[in-house]
């Protein structure tokens, strides 16, 4: 049975937006194995940065999920503040291995592309629905839906952020970690490939090959 719980539309207190995103990551890792394959232990999330409640959380129930064997990938509209967007580095790497970060992580550098709405996506049955990216922070919060046991909305977010992952690029070299740059962003394959290559422990950190020279 699923449900879904729209808010008022106004600012909500940063407290309340913890205790939100903390309540919907422990439906989460409180359901049993469905026997669902990778799907089961993967989470997508698009956001406007690192900022956005759906990372910060992330990055708070870290070692639940890794105890959980999850994998995850993340699209960005900006990049930055430095400090949360390496903070989600760091959490990337413990989720999906050191050097899958490139592979792992897209920003939307097309300004079309802000007409889509901050997503989360946690295994086959969950799934939260955030306000439009390009929506001023001042009237943000319109939109907040969370629906658990809800395997056809969570279908449709799958096909919405595989469609993003195509339509964005890897994220700059500049803003990766030392080690992290080093290695093949994988700017060919789409979104389900590569969360396959996750679970199964697949090569997403192939170095990148030399041009050759002459």
């Avoid at 909500?12 to 394959?37: D, T, V, W």
């Avoid at 070692?63 to 990049?79: C, D, H, K, W, Y």
């Avoid at 922070?137 to 279908?155: K, P, T, W």
Wanted: with cysteine.
């Amino acid at each position: 049975m699923g449900f879904i719980t729209p808010l008022a539309a106004k600012q909500h207190p940063l407290q309340e937006k913890a205790e939100r995103f903390s309540a919907i990551y422990s439906a989460y890792l409180s359901q049993p194995s469905y026997n669902c394959g990778y799907r089961e232990t993967h989470i997508t999330i698009l956001a406007r940065s690192a900022l956005s409640p759906s990372c910060r959380t992330l990055c708070d129930r870290l070692p639940e999920l890794e105890a959980r064997g999850v994998t995850v990938q993340m699209i960005f509209a900006s990049l930055g503040p430095a400090e949360a967007l390496n903070a989600v580095f760091r959490a990337v790497q413990r989720l999906n291995g050191r050097g899958a970060v490139p592979a792992s992580m897209r920003c939307a550098h097309n300004p079309s592309l802000l007409d889509a709405h901050e997503q989360m996506t946690l295994g086959v049955r969950t799934v939260w629905t955030g306000d439009c990216m390009r929506r001023s922070s001042d009237n943000r919060n319109a939109l907040d839906l969370f629906e658990e046991n809800s395997i056809g909305s969570v279908r449709l977010a799958d096909l919405a952020f595989s469609a993003m992952w195509m339509a964005c690029r890897p994220l700059p070299v500049e803003v990766l970690p030392d080690m992290e740059a080093k290695c093949s962003p994988l700017a060919d394959l789409d979104a389900i490939t590569i969360a396959e290559k996750l679970a199964g422990g697949g090569n997403v950190v192939s170095q990148p090959k030399l041009r050759a020279i002459g």
